[in-house]
């Protein structure tokens, strides 16, 4: 996942980028993927791209959530609802209840680490799109408010990296059929 991310940001240029501006935008998604707590002010700005759209937006970690959905697992409190585990899970009794929240706690870290090595280059992506745009426009004497290059620059960043909000519901629906798993990545590869 690291390395197809990294691909992506090859092919827009974003490795191609000015030393400086390419170590400063490396630096702020190094400090913004923690997996587990970040600081304050580093949870203020995840925040702000997760709400432009740019963050926590896997394709493939959202086919796989899915996945699980539809399987049933670690819903309800359980790892699997299965009619066979459910019974077996209960009997087990505390050792049970023990298995089950390590094996949450172990998968939630796993899951934070898969998303935090997308996050990782999409966050660097957008920050290295934020200073093109910023510059491009002040080239040109074009004035824009610096929250309308954010926006510009997370839809550069939301159309030319795979993003799981972008794939379609057919592609989302063959999820159903025994060739359909991981249908999201390939239509997004081919999207952007």
């Known amino acids: 996942n690291?390395?197809?991310?990294?691909?992506?940001?090859?092919?827009?240029?974003?490795?191609?980028?000015?030393?400086?501006?390419?170590?400063?935008?490396?630096?702020?998604?190094?400090?913004?993927?923690?997996?587990?707590?970040?600081?304050?002010?580093a949870m203020e700005e995840y925040r702000e791209?997760?709400?432009?759209?740019?963050?926590?937006?896997?394709?493939?970690?959202?086919?796989?959530?899915?996945?699980?959905?539809?399987?049933?697992?670690?819903?309800?409190g359980n790892v699997?609802?299965?009619?066979?585990?459910?019974?077996?899970?209960?009997?087990?009794g505390k050792v049970g209840e023990n298995a089950v929240r390590g094996a949450r706690k172990t998968a939630q870290v796993m899951q934070d680490a898969y998303v935090a090595e997308d996050d990782f280059w999409k966050i660097t992506n957008f920050y290295i799109e934020n200073e093109r745009l910023a510059a491009a426009y002040a080239k040109k004497g074009i004035k824009k408010s610096a929250e309308a290059i954010k926006q510009e620059a997370a839809d550069v960043v939301r159309n030319t990296i795979p993003n799981y909000a972008y794939v379609g519901e057919f592609v989302r629906g063959m999820r159903a059929t025994p060739f359909g798993n991981f249908m999201s990545w390939p239509s997004e590869v081919y999207r952007t």
């Open 49 to 76: 791209l997760l709400e432009l759209g740019i963050t926590n937006s896997n394709v493939r970690m959202g086919d796989l959530k899915n996945l699980m959905k539809d399987a049933k697992i670690f819903e309800s």
């Open 80 to 92: 699997a609802t299965d009619s066979v585990l459910k019974p077996m899970m209960n009997a087990l």
């Open 2 to 41: 690291f390395f197809s991310s990294a691909g992506f940001s090859l092919a827009n240029g974003t490795l191609f980028t000015d030393p400086v501006t390419l170590g400063k935008a490396l630096n702020k998604a190094r400090r913004l993927v923690q997996v587990g707590v970040r600081a304050p002010k």
